[in-house]
């Protein structure tokens, strides 16, 4: 650890607990200790940037180079390459372009200017690519290893490096299992990666160095985290300002292993429940079937991961992601049918999900306050396995369907993920504390759903209302700054119930 410029306990967290629409508990982002090997500015004077644009920037994928940038309705594209001099014009309808289809390599330098044409208005983007060495191209072009295609070490824009911290937090890749002085066992993680992006320009003009530059976004990284994790964590910057080194600590293993006793207590589920959904299993197809790109997982996250990524899952035969994977399909071809619309099945995925999990008012009310801060991540409610009551034998426990808006909003992302309709899950806040819900694409528009909201607490008795069920984005729901959530403009227009058999 001597050559690490920093170590940080860190409790992250990007949800909240949520008892009702009207009651939320505090957000637990703050909660840990932060101690730091040399003094600098960066605890007390931190300069927050939010957002992850990408204007112009190049990339690699697949043994390709490419150009991209984000892209507008209405929009044209004139990209302008130079290299030593020599420039070639590529017109492009998409937000990229393939360099290597052009004759560009790694080891060239390159200097890129994008025009973007929307009616009598234009605007340029330049950017400066510096040749990899290819040992460099080798070591951080090659996708990672659990195969994603978008997921490097090669760090081209700010949003890639919240993606590939996510990813580090879920797969874990090269963990080490190991037990400090004291006994406790933990998991060691450390890679390296190398920051093409301009990491120091959200702090221009203050006078930071690249190291304060790049704690900050190590720490944008960590608030831009859309799930719940708990780590140590350490970074060193190498002398080449791009170069860096990345160490990741856990305390808890990635399958949760404990439940609170909300269910043994006096708590009613949904009483006001009108099952909408079918309740007949029926032979069914699923869209996620269809999709070519495959990813291997084990865990509950790494499920939920991949299919939030947008490729087909292929669990490990008897890992909590192969049984819960195979359970979400099953309950899909109860709740719903292949003739159904995507309203419907929208629709019925939110009410079965509120009207079989209980709310976990234990872990909220009492849990958060006794725990150790990675005690609390092995907890189910976070977890699919919270919303689907597996438990550690493999088997499922209708009783103990327990769960808070994280997992509560995995599932959902999940399930609909399956059924082929576009999906997200949103991290955020409400009234300054965590919150996680979820949005999806209806008819081409975007709506806001929050199952966690859609189930109130009145005494011991829950009830369920459609009052988050495909509505707009409303001001009580804050986003998270760093992630670039498309907006829900209007409520959706609901049609009238089918009849199911």
Same mark, same amino acid.
């Given at each position: 650890?001597?050559?690490?410029?920093?170590?940080?306990?860190?409790?992250?967290?990007?949800?909240?607990?949520?008892?009702?629409?009207?009651?939320?508990?505090?957000? #637990?982002?703050? *909660?840990?200790?932060?101690?730091?090997?040399?003094? $600098?500015?960066?605890? @007390?004077?931190?300069?927050?940037?939010?957002?992850?644009?990408?204007?112009?920037?190049?990339?690699?994928?697949?043994?390709?180079?490419?150009?991209?940038?984000?892209?507008?309705?209405?929009?044209?594209?004139?990209?302008?390459?130079?290299?030593?001099?020599?420039?070639?014009?590529?017109?492009?309808?998409?937000?990229?372009?393939?360099?290597?289809?052009?004759?560009?390599?790694?080891?060239?330098?390159?200097?890129?200017? /994008?025009?973007?044409?929307?009616?009598?208005?234009?605007?340029?983007?330049?950017?400066?690519?510096?040749?990899?060495?290819?040992?460099?191209?080798?070591?951080?072009?090659?996708? *990672?290893?659990?195969?994603?295609?978008?997921?490097?070490?090669?760090?081209?824009?700010?949003?890639?490096?919240?993606?590939?911290?996510?990813?580090?937090?879920?797969?874990?890749?090269?963990?080490?299992?190991?037990?400090? @002085?004291?006994?406790?066992?933990?998991?060691? /993680?450390?890679?390296?990666?190398? /920051?093409?992006?301009?990491?120091?320009?959200?702090?221009?003009?203050?006078?930071?160095?690249?190291?304060?530059?790049?704690?900050?976004?190590?720490?944008?990284?960590?608030?831009?985290? @859309?799930?719940?994790?708990?780590?140590?964590?350490?970074?060193?910057?190498?002398?080449?300002?791009?170069? *860096?080194?990345?160490?990741?600590?856990?305390?808890?293993?990635?399958?949760?292993?404990?439940?609170?006793?909300?269910?043994?207590?006096?708590?009613?589920?949904?009483?006001?429940?009108?099952?909408?959904?079918?309740?007949?299993?029926?032979?069914?197809?699923?869209?996620?079937?269809?999709?070519?790109?495959?990813?291997?997982?084990?865990?509950?996250?790494?499920?939920?991961?991949?299919?939030?990524?947008?490729?087909?899952?292929?669990?490990?035969?008897?890992?909590?992601?192969?049984?819960?994977?195979?359970?979400?399909?099953?309950?899909?071809?109860?709740?719903?049918?292949?003739?159904?619309? !995507?309203? $419907?099945?929208?629709?019925?995925?939110?009410?079965? #999900?509120? !009207?079989?999990?209980?709310?976990?008012?234990?872990?909220?009310?009492?849990?958060?306050?006794?725990?150790?801060?990675?005690?609390?991540?092995?907890?189910?409610?976070?977890?699919?396995?919270?919303?689907?009551?597996?438990?550690?034998?493999?088997?499922?426990?209708?009783?103990?369907? *327990?769960?808070?808006?994280?997992?509560?909003?995995?599932?959902?992302?999940?399930?609909?993920?399956? @059924?082929?309709?576009?999906? /997200?899950?949103?991290?955020?806040?409400?009234?300054?504390?965590?919150?996680?819900?979820?949005?999806?694409?209806?008819?081409?528009?975007?709506?806001?759903? $929050?199952?966690?909201?859609?189930?109130? #607490?009145?005494?011991?008795?829950?009830?369920?209302?459609?009052?988050?069920?495909?509505?707009? !984005?409303?001001?009580?729901?804050?986003?998270?700054?760093?992630?670039?959530?498309?907006?829900?403009?209007?409520?959706?227009?609901?049609?009238?119930?089918?009849?199911?058999?």
């Amino acid at each position: 650890m001597k050559n690490f410029k920093k170590i940080v306990l860190l409790l992250s967290v990007s949800v909240v607990f949520c008892l009702t629409a009207t009651s939320c508990l505090p957000f #637990l982002a703050t *909660v840990g200790s932060i101690i730091f090997n040399f003094s $600098d500015r960066l605890s @007390e004077n931190r300069i927050i940037v939010y957002g992850c644009d990408n204007d112009l920037a190049v990339t690699f994928q697949n043994g390709k180079m490419y150009a991209t940038w984000d892209t507008g309705s209405a929009y044209s594209y004139l990209l302008t390459v130079d290299k030593n001099g020599e420039k070639t014009e590529i017109p492009s309808e998409t937000g990229y372009v393939d360099l290597t289809g052009y004759g560009y390599s790694y080891s060239d330098d390159l200097s890129l200017d /994008l025009k973007k044409t929307k009616g009598a208005f234009s605007t340029h983007y330049v950017y400066d690519y510096s040749s990899l060495t290819r040992d460099q191209y080798n070591t951080y072009t090659t996708k *990672v290893n659990a195969g994603f295609d978008e997921i490097d070490r090669y760090i081209a824009t700010r949003s890639e490096w919240f993606d590939f911290f996510s990813y580090l937090i879920v797969f874990r890749d090269g963990i080490k299992e190991t037990a400090d @002085e004291d006994g406790t066992r933990s998991y060691l /993680l450390e890679t390296n990666c190398y /920051l093409a992006y301009d990491y120091s320009s959200f702090d221009a003009y203050t006078g930071l160095g690249e190291e304060e530059c790049l704690g900050n976004e190590v720490c944008s990284a960590i608030e831009a985290y @859309e799930d719940s994790a708990s780590y140590a964590y350490s970074y060193s910057l190498e002398k080449d300002k791009k170069t *860096v080194k990345l160490y990741l600590k856990f305390y808890y293993p990635n399958i949760p292993d404990k439940e609170t006793d909300t269910s043994e207590r006096n708590y009613k589920n949904a009483l006001n429940a009108i099952q909408h959904y079918g309740r007949t299993a029926k032979s069914r197809t699923f869209p996620i079937d269809s999709i070519e790109k495959t990813i291997p997982v084990e865990s509950s996250d790494q499920l939920y991961f991949a299919l939030k990524k947008g490729y087909r899952p292929v669990p490990e035969t008897g890992s909590p992601a192969d049984l819960l994977y195979k359970k979400m399909r099953s309950v899909l071809s109860t709740i719903n049918r292949d003739s159904g619309s !995507d309203y $419907d099945k929208l629709h019925f995925i939110y009410d079965y #999900l509120i !009207d079989t999990v209980l709310y976990d008012y234990t872990f909220t009310k009492e849990t958060m306050d006794k725990e150790e801060s990675s005690s609390l991540f092995r907890y189910k409610c976070l977890y699919l396995e919270g919303v689907f009551g597996l438990q550690s034998d493999g088997t499922f426990d209708e009783s103990k369907r *327990v769960a808070i808006c994280d997992g509560l909003s995995k599932a959902y992302l999940c399930m609909a993920t399956i @059924e082929g309709i576009p999906c /997200l899950k949103v991290s955020g806040t409400v009234n300054d504390e965590g919150h996680a819900w979820n949005k999806a694409k209806l008819g081409g528009q975007w709506y806001m759903i $929050d199952t966690t909201w859609g189930n109130e #607490l009145k005494g011991t008795n829950e009830y369920l209302n459609h009052d988050y069920l495909l509505v707009k !984005d409303d001001n009580k729901h804050v986003e998270n700054p760093y992630k670039n959530y498309p907006s829900a403009i209007s409520d959706y227009r609901r049609p009238y119930f089918s009849m199911f058999a």
